[in-house]
């Protein structure tokens, strides 16, 4: 969890319902919570899972890839 930080961008491996796969880290507490960019819907993820399924960080003005 040391890469991330609350206003991170980040693309996780699978996409939202709505199409976006690019979410915004908005807390990170006992879990991982993001938010759409595109529909602003707000999801929660364990720190495991989150971890799992985060592929790329926007730094830079780029996505990095984490893997």
Known sequence: MLLYKLNDLVKMKKSHPCGSDEFKIIAMDGAVTLKCSKCDRVIE???EDFE????????????????
């Open 45 to 47: 993820f364990t720190k």
């Open 52 to 67: 799992k399924y985060v592929r790329k960080i926007y730094r830079d003005g780029k996505f990095i890839s984490i893997r």
